[in-house]
């Protein structure tokens, strides 16, 4: 099966930009999450959809972030405006939805790498 | 509140040497699923373990097992005769009843030819 899709790959924007990622789950999985992975930092979990409602965003910095996932399968995330902070791996994972299978372990993108000069 | 560590920041060994990297969680709840992903230079996460807290048998998949022991909230994983392709950084993850994963800091294993 197709895996978890990502794009763009690489993005370079100058602080105060807007930039949108956008991710395709693998098929049926309902659960979907966006981390962001700071250099020599393992993944922090921004915002976790199920379906189309949202789960946990705890950790999404609301003032500057936003993530949409419509029809409960596509999502995008948006960061506007950009800080120097914001340089990061931004993925994507999936799984199957909350009661189906046990361990409901997580698949990733191959993520995007953003940098903010 | 649920914490993952990984205390060894940094391994290398030489190929074909066994290695053990180490993980210790925090977590009050009572069922908790505890997994093992790789990260290889290309970046993308491949999940490779996992283990739930009602199972503490240990085992072994090819040149991978896992010592699970609720008694001192480890999660370690080994990897028999590492090879140069299994080096990457390898992250332990802790996912309590809320669906929402921790992941450690992770470790680098660097494997030498």
């Known amino acids: 099966e197709a895996g978890v899709a990502q794009s763009p790959r690489y993005k370079i924007i100058e602080k105060r930009q807007s930039v949108a990622f956008w991710c395709n789950p693998i098929?049926?999985?309902?659960?979907l999450y966006w981390y962001q992975q700071i250099l020599g930092q393992g993944p922090k979990l921004l915002i976790q959809?199920?379906?189309?409602?949202?789960?946990?965003d705890s950790q999404l910095p609301k003032d500057r972030f936003s993530a949409e996932r419509l029809k409960g399968v596509d999502s995008t995330l948006k960061i506007q405006p950009a800080k120097l902070e914001d340089s990061a791996v931004y993925l994507c994972a999936s799984s199957r939805p909350y009661g189906q299978g046990v361990y409901n372990e997580q698949f990733f993108g191959p993520g995007t790498r953003l940098t903010v000069l | 509140a649920q914490k993952v560590t990984q205390a060894q920041t940094e391994i290398s060994v030489v190929e074909k040497e066994d290695v053990t990297l180490d993980c210790v969680y925090e977590t009050r709840d009572t069922t908790y699923y505890l997994f093992w992903y790789k990260q290889p230079p290309s970046g993308e996460l491949v999940f490779l373990i996992r283990r739930n807290s009602f199972d503490e048998q240990n085992e072994i998949s090819g040149r991978y097992s896992w010592n699970f022991q609720k008694s001192t909230s480890s999660f370690n994983f080994t990897i028999t005769a590492s090879q140069v392709v299994d080096s990457a950084v390898y992250f332990c993850?802790?996912?309590?009843?809320?669906?929402?994963?921790?992941f450690g800091t992770g470790t680098r294993l660097k494997v030498l030819a």
């Open positions: 959809f199920q379906n189309n409602g949202v789960v946990d």
């Open positions: 993850a802790l996912r309590g009843g809320t669906y929402k994963y921790i």
């Open positions: 098929s049926g999985h309902a659960t």
